[in-house]
């Protein structure tokens, strides 16, 4: 187990809604990464927190959006959602650091768009 | 041409084999290289991290790193069917932050 934890585990919505999936990092984990990983391929990166702020952002439109809080646990908002957004939504900790930014993801949150 | 490169696989060896897995990237400025093992339907699991040239070494698992020949390697010994997995490299660029690219996986079988 690495400590780091997600909600929900899985979630079922239809096109066009918005979704809210959370995070809470590793204790001592200062910085948080979400992935998205469609079935058979490797996680693609969205974006990094760290210290509240966006550190960072994959090639993923706006309507993919997040929020870092004060004890540093996450949340990633979609909003209008198409069918291609069904994947694994995985969350990752890390220390902002040289040689220190090895990432451990949590369980992660399957979502399927109907 | 993607930035990081695995062959899909099924990689399948015999239990008690050794099992090589390998990766390509495309970025020189790639300074951190990570080997994650995932099992159907979970998350990617943490196996080994590789920052220098050369071999690392942790119990049945080496990382070996070649950065003139923009490959990173992964051996299994003595491989077991609970080994049976997706294995998937990733690499941090240089001046990327902390963003990990990774390739598409191997898909590792051990068959008894």
């Known amino acids: 187990e690495t400590g780091v934890t997600q909600s929900p585990t899985h979630l079922i919505k239809t096109r066009g809604q918005q979704v809210t999936l959370r995070c809470s990092s590793q204790?001592?984990?200062?910085?948080v990464s979400w992935y998205q990983q469609a079935l058979g391929q490797g996680p693609q990166f969205i974006f990094q927190?760290?210290?509240?702020?966006?550190?960072g952002r994959g090639n993923f439109p706006p309507r993919f959006s997040g929020l870092q809080f004060p004890n540093y646990s996450s949340e990633l908002n979609v909003n209008a959602l198409e069918l291609d957004d069904s994947a694994l939504y995985l969350c990752?900790?890390?220390?902002?650091?040289?040689?220190?930014?090895?990432?451990?993801f949590g369980p992660g949150t399957r979502l399927l768009v109907l | 041409q993607k930035e990081v490169e695995q062959n899909s696989g099924p990689l399948s060896v015999p239990e008690g084999a050794i099992a090589s897995l390998n990766c390509t990237y495309s970025?020189?400025?790639?300074?951190?290289f990570f080997w994650y093992r995932q099992y159907s339907g979970k998350s990617p699991e943490l196996i080994m991290f590789?920052?220098?040239?050369g071999d690392k070494e942790d119990g049945r698992f080496t990382a070996q790193l070649n950065k003139a020949s923009q490959y990173v390697s992964l051996l299994i010994r003595d491989s077991q069917p609970s080994d049976s997995a997706t294995y998937l490299c990733?690499?941090?660029?240089?001046?990327?932050?902390?963003?990990?690219?990774f390739g598409g996986g191997t898909r590792l079988m051990v068959k008894p």
């Open positions: 204790s001592g984990h200062n910085t």
């Open positions: 970025d020189r400025g790639s300074q951190s």
């Open positions: 990733a690499v941090i660029v240089n001046n990327a932050g902390n963003m990990l690219t």
């Open positions: 590789i920052y220098s040239n």
């Open positions: 990752a900790s890390s220390l902002v650091g040289i040689h220190q930014e090895t990432q451990y």
């Open positions: 927190y760290y210290r509240e702020e966006e550190n």
